[in-house]
């Protein structure tokens, strides 16, 4: 059980293109669904956290703008990388979870990523 | 501030026993989980404490001790595909939620 799906899983694509990005709770209804960027050999980076049909939570430094989270069901959220640039490749993973958040004991179950390059 | 301590890099033979601590500083604390992540792929999970004491999970065993800040993840009988890192994150208070605070990881290689 607690499988997340994530797609596309690598986009290669010009600068300036925008790119959206599909997660999925396939088996669980996810309340709380977490985006992350990790750059090689570095920790995860929380990037926003979104609540279903609420607006989402960007961390300090993140561009809402620049990233657009959308968390319209309780199995989908996505987000939008707008006018990517090079500097904007990454790895990019969401994970998601039941419950409401703070209150839930359950574990955040990830998506396989989206490896991201701009050219 | 909030903190995640665990080292960067260990090595352990194949068969062997290692165990991987991680002390951590939070506001709050609300559960510490363990996470594989394999080069190139996400996170997946591998066990939750909430109480101290150590749970057991197969090769995999975790252990809490909430008033030290401490907690350790051993692995038994060490295979090769064990070798990656290994995450420690603390759900602690933030603001008025609690959010997963990560640890940078510790990379775990796996000699024959």
């Known amino acids: ?119 | 501030g909030q903190n995640i301590d665990q080292p960067t890099e260990m090595t352990a033979t194949e068969g062997a026993i290692v165990q991987i601590n991680c002390t951590y500083q939070t506001s709050g604390f609300n559960g510490l989980f363990w996470y594989q992540q394999h080069a190139g792929e996400a996170p997946t999970f591998l066990s939750y404490n909430v109480l101290d004491g150590l749970e057991e999970k197969g090769r995999f065993s975790s252990f809490l001790s909430r008033s030290k800040g401490y907690s350790y993840l051993l692995l038994k009988e060490l295979q090769m595909k064990d070798s990656a890192s290994y995450l420690c994150a603390v759900r602690g208070r933030r603001d008025s939620n609690y959010q997963l605070i990560w640890g940078a990881g510790t990379k775990l290689i796996i000699k024959p």
């Open chain 1, 1 to 119: 059980g607690a499988v997340v799906s994530q797609h596309p899983s690598r986009v290669i694509c010009k600068s300036g293109t925008s790119v959206k990005i599909e997660c999925r709770s396939l088996d669980f209804q996810a309340t709380t669904m977490f985006w992350y960027r990790q750059f090689p050999k570095q920790s995860l980076m929380l990037m926003a956290t979104s609540n279903e049909g609420s607006k989402a939570t960007y961390e300090q430094g993140v561009e809402k703008d620049k990233f657009l989270i959308n968390h319209a069901s309780l199995t989908l959220s996505t987000l939008t990388v707008t006018s990517a640039h090079p500097e904007d490749s990454s790895f990019y993973i969401c994970s998601a979870r039941g419950g409401p958040d703070g209150y839930s004991n359950q574990p955040q179950h990830f998506g396989d990523g989206t490896r991201l390059s701009i050219l």
